[in-house]
């Protein structure tokens, strides 16, 4: 049982709303639908268990909430880049469980689309929107972290079939996922980035092995992964070899500058909660009057408008049809740091409450301490901060190598 | 005005006029400066049409602003642009003289003044500071401790300009003495009028730190890129790499908040924020700038430590520390306690 209530309706945007309307829709049914369990600045709130989280996300998108660019044909709402920025900015608004399933929706789904057959559009997209299928992202592996051109797992064709063999490591929830976006070698090592292959792999195929790694939140989130002679139809690979990975380069692009679109929004929800949660306490009511605090909280608000900006403008570039190139890493970088930034703070000020603690202040505690650990992970995936800084000074500055 | 918008002007095609208008004005005295950029209309670009401007929104004068910092326009533009508005309601004579560069008029930014009502004049006495470029100047414009400002000449008896004080060789600034300074009253500029000029000021700050970054980390490329050491230019390693990776990072985040400071939902938040942002990473852009380029940055011939200079005289100028503070204690005074978001959820 979600709590989700099925007598509200299940639409949040039908029929042609547009503009304040549309987000004024969208911010109705996440208030009347959103489980207070799932809220984790309520006290109600409790983890969210998977099949619940499938539930909930499903039923975000029957309302219209999950595909919201993707094309009808394929199941998704049609709408544009700037009705995406609105309904994000309405879903970042509220303190919501994380998607299950980001990878298949802002990661496999964008490269099928960019690359996929039509087949495989009409055969991978609607189950992903509907959360009938889970994916998983398969690019690392023990000796290719950031460096994927040093990848090992080894795609070999035997004629309509493709077998892998080899292993990944840092696959965010292989354990629950139903399919796997596999990056391979179909050539010898010495191509690096040439002869790269992508691949949806079925997690429950013959000789597919999932071991979780508990990670510092406590919890069981990421996997290695071991592929042994594991078969592929040919018809669950996504373009050809070189291709696929070519347009996947381009599809990444954009997908750093416009995942999780709701995060600077969300950023706001947590500083909200942060300050409320303070000024419940006698302790914390004072620190955050003090004006060390106050500035403190002033560069929170400016790092949260900074990163705001950042989006926006991508997202003006984008529906302006300019190519974003590299100029995504400057806002992963930007939210990455600054998010950790605030995490301390929010441990730094939980940590001054008055004795006996208030329920208010327990479940702040609760909510940040994971946030705090879990933003050490957001200067390390999808490209570490070093990494995005020598994209930033190869690509946009185009400093020479200076030989 | 309206029907330039309507043709499709944008802001950008400012940056290029400004850029050329402020290379001429390099040799030329403040009032020949005030001439030329008059002339190519760049003192009115967001003045009223009946005070002879252009009637553009605040964000046709970011483009401006930037060019005259990234030229280091020894020109107090800022100041000019922001009267030209501010003036008309009350003095419209006075805003038409500052547009078509007939009157060099600037403002104190720190401090404020008493004034006494004498019949129709009223008596300033009082301490204001940060005003720049204003030993040149006909007119300042003084905050008074009542609400509002006033539009003072310089050469009125009792008005002492002390010696520039402050980092910024390009546009200096001068503390001002005011003793029983008699002016007419009716060069009061309300309250409302003050609020907005103090809002837009937050904005141009902001243009005239980028245009200060964007030249500071050009030269900090063009030397990493050009200058060799062991065998091979700076930029090969991965340090300096990162250090101007970091630095254009800086530079975006200021120009992106810009853009959304002057966008249509813009308001005090937004222009705080550009303000904020742009003291911060503008002084940490040409800081690195300075230290990127070695010995040669603490060099009085390298430009960079003129920008520098300038970015801090900015960042005190707005008061950044208040300001952040501020916007600190605004937004917890807006958030209620816990208890009370938990009975509305």
């Known amino acids: ?71 009808k044909a394929y199941g998704g709402h049609g709408r ?38 039509e087949e495989q559009k009409h055969r991978f997209l609607p189950a992903i929107l509907e959360m009938r299928d889970i994916w998983c992202q398969g690019f690392s592996e023990p000796e290719a972290g950031s460096d994927l051109a040093g990848l090992r797992t080894r795609a070999t064709r035997d004629g309509d079939i493709w077998r892998i063999t080899g292993q990944k490591i840092w696959t965010s929830g292989a354990y629950r996922a139903q399919r796997c976006l596999v990056l391979a070698r179909t050539g010898p090592l010495e191509d690096r980035h040439r002869g790269l292959a992508m691949f949806a792999v079925r997690l429950d195929a013959k000789g597919v092995r999932v071991r979780p790694i508990k990670s510092i939140d406590d919890r069981e989130s990421f996997c290695e992964v071991f592929f042994d002679d594991v078969e592929v139809l040919q018809s669950d690979a996504l373009g050809a070899p070189d291709e696929g990975w070519n347009a996947a380069i381009r599809v990444l692009e954009i997908e750093r500058a416009t995942n999780r679109m709701y995060r600077s929004w969300r950023f706001e929800n947590e500083l909200r909660h942060l300050i409320a949660a303070c000024k419940s306490d006698p302790a914390l009511a004072q620190l955050v009057a003090n004006p060390r605090y106050e500035a403190k909280i002033g560069e929170v608000v400016v790092d949260i408008e900074v990163l705001k900006a950042h989006v926006e403008t991508a997202v003006d570039a984008l529906a302006n049809g300019d190519k974003i190139g590299a100029r995504g890493s400057l806002a992963k970088l930007h939210w990455s740091e600054a998010h950790q930034r605030f995490a301390a703070l929010a441990l730094e000020l939980l940590s001054q409450a008055s004795l006996p ?47 | 005005m309206t029907t330039l918008i309507g043709e499709g002007l944008q802001p950008s095609e400012f940056a290029v006029t400004a850029a050329r208008a402020v290379a001429d004005c390099a040799a030329l005295g403040p009032r020949e400066q005030a001439k030329h950029l008059a002339n190519d209309g760049l003192l009115g670009v967001i003045a009223s049409e009946e005070v002879g401007g252009l009637n553009l929104p605040l964000a046709f004068a970011v483009p401006v602003v930037a060019a005259a910092s990234s030229g280091l326009l020894s020109f107090p533009l800022m100041e000019v642009l922001l009267l030209s508005r501010a003036l008309k ?61 006033v539009l003072m000449p310089t050469d009125s008896e009792g008005v002492v300009i002390e010696d520039a004080a402050g980092l910024d060789l390009t546009v200096p600034d001068h503390a001002v003495r005011l003793q029983g300074v008699a002016v007419p009253a009716a060069s009061v500029v309300p309250e409302n009028a003050w609020s907005v000029l103090c809002s837009d000021a937050n904005v141009l700050r902001a243009a005239a730190i980028l245009g200060s970054a964007e030249t500071c980390l050009a030269m900090a490329q063009e030397h990493a890129s050009t200058r060799r050491q062991f065998g091979r230019a700076l930029s090969y390693n991965q340090a300096l790499r990162h250090s101007l990776a970091r630095q254009k990072l800086a530079l975006e985040g200021i120009r992106h908040a810009l853009t959304r400071s002057v966008g249509d939902e813009a308001g005090a938040l937004e222009r705080d924020a550009v303000f904020l942002a742009a003291a911060a990473y503008g002084c940490a852009i040409s800081e690195g700038a ?38 600190g204690r605004r937004t917890v005074a807006a958030i209620a306690p816990a208890s009370d978001i938990a009975v509305r959820a």
């Open chain 1, 357 to 403: 603690q208030l329920p208010a202040v327990q479940i702040a505690r609760r909510r940040f301490e994971a946030i705090y650990l879990q933003a050490r992970a957001e200067t390390i995936y999808a490209g570490t901060t070093e990494i995005q800084l020598g994209i930033i000074a190869d690509r946009i500055l185009q400093l020479s190598k200076g030989k």
């Open chain 2, 89 to 149: 309601e009350a003095l419209p004579r006075a805003a038409g003289a500052v547009v078509s560069g007939d009157m060099l008029a600037t403002i104190a930014w720190q401090g404020s003044v008493s004034a006494e009502r004498e019949g129709e004049s009223i008596v300033l006495d009082g301490c204001v500071a940060r005003a720049a470029g204003v030993r040149d100047a006909d007119t300042l414009l003084v905050r008074l401790n009542t609400g509002g400002a």
């Open chain 1, 80 to 117: 544009t880049l700037r009705e995406h920025l609105i309904a994000n900015q309405e879903i970042g608004a509220l303190a919501m469980p994380e998607s299950v399933n980001s990878i298949g929706k802002e990661l496999a789904g964008p490269i099928i689309l960019a690359v996929g057959t």
């Open chain 2, 290 to 327: 300075l230290q990127v380029h070695g010995g040669m940055g603490f060099t009085w011939d390298v430009p960079v430590h003129r920008h520098l200079r300038r970015v801090r005289a900015l960042q005190a100028q707005g008061n950044a520390s208040e300001v952040l503070a501020g916007l």
């Open chain 1, 1 to 71: 049982m979600t709590g989700i209530d099925t007598a509200q309706p299940a639409t949040a945007t039908a029929g042609e709303l547009s503009g304040e309307a549309y987000r004024v829709a969208i911010r109705r049914w996440l208030r009347a639908n959103l489980p207070a369990s799932f809220r984790s600045d309520s006290a109600a709130f409790a983890s969210p268990s998977l099949q619940q989280s499938i539930e909930w996300e499903a039923a975000l998108y029957r309302a219209g909430l999950a595909g919201i660019t993707w094309p």
